[in-house]
């Protein structure tokens, strides 16, 4: 399984940026995605995740600036970020999970730098 994240990069505040995550040798369609965050010094976060649904949820320090959305057929995830703001930098991580019966699967990619400049 491998799930490869794209689309990082250095933009100034008030910019925007799309990240995308290429899903392989997985049942894309049947995974919960979601896109974690590690700012500098600080713990892992979650940014926003879209169930196999397609019900989304998001941190409340991006609601209204970030959209997350899934193509199945593509196996692709994608976070459209906009007005970003310094606080925004950090290493973004995509993450699939399925959990059905004894099976628990929880896969991370390799992650994708954001930098926002003042």
């Known amino acids: 399984v491998q799930l490869q994240a794209s689309g990082g990069g250095l933009v100034q505040a008030g910019g925007s940026l799309r990240l995308s995550c290429a899903a392989s040798?997985?049942?894309?369609?049947?995974?919960?995605m979601a896109w974690y965050r590690q700012p500098p010094g600080k713990q892992h976060e979650l940014v926003a995740e879209?169930?196999?649904?397609?019900?989304?949820n998001y941190a409340d320090s991006v609601k209204g600036r970030f959209t997350i959305s899934r193509d199945n057929a593509k196996k692709m995830l994608y976070v459209q970020m906009n007005s970003l703001k310094p606080e925004d930098t950090a290493v973004y991580f995509c993450?699939?999970?399925?959990?059905?019966?004894?099976?628990?699967?929880?896969?991370w990619g390799q992650g994708t730098q954001v930098t926002v400049s003042s």
């Open positions: 040798d997985i049942g894309f369609s049947l995974y919960n």
């Open positions: 879209i169930t196999s649904g397609g019900s989304t």
């Open positions: 993450n699939a999970r399925y959990s059905a019966g004894l099976i628990n699967n929880d896969f």
